[in-house]
């Protein structure tokens, strides 16, 4: 339970971070279509995400009989949450950074 409110939260945090910027800049008409970089760099961060983030998370103990068990669940959810939306800014700076300004 515990390790799928983490994937959970690391997915759609991904997600977010990927189709939130898209939906508004097809919304501003900047772009017409969804780009397969798009897909590669979700993927990649998504994957990144998850090996770092079960490297260096701590685990909570989570016991259904408790009252704080949802809370627990809760906490890890937001906080991989926030994770995968981080992790992925930060794959998407470096793509920047590192292409110099270049358009792809």
Not at 49 to 71: D, M, N, R, V
Not at 85 to 97: D, P, Q, R, V
């Amino acid at each position: 339970m515990v390790v799928f409110a983490q994937i959970a939260g690391l997915f759609l945090g991904v997600l977010s971070r990927t189709f939130l910027p898209f939906l508004r800049k097809l919304y501003k008409g900047k772009i017409k279509s969804f780009r397969k970089k798009y897909i590669y760099q979700s993927i990649g961060a998504l994957f990144l995400s998850f090996i770092i983030f079960f490297i260096i998370f701590p685990q909570y103990p989570y016991s259904a009989e408790t009252k704080t068990g949802g809370l627990i669940l809760f906490k890890l959810f937001c906080i991989a949450f926030a994770f995968g939306f981080g992790f992925h800014s930060l794959i998407n700076e470096t793509a920047k950074w590192a292409s110099n300004g270049k358009k792809s």
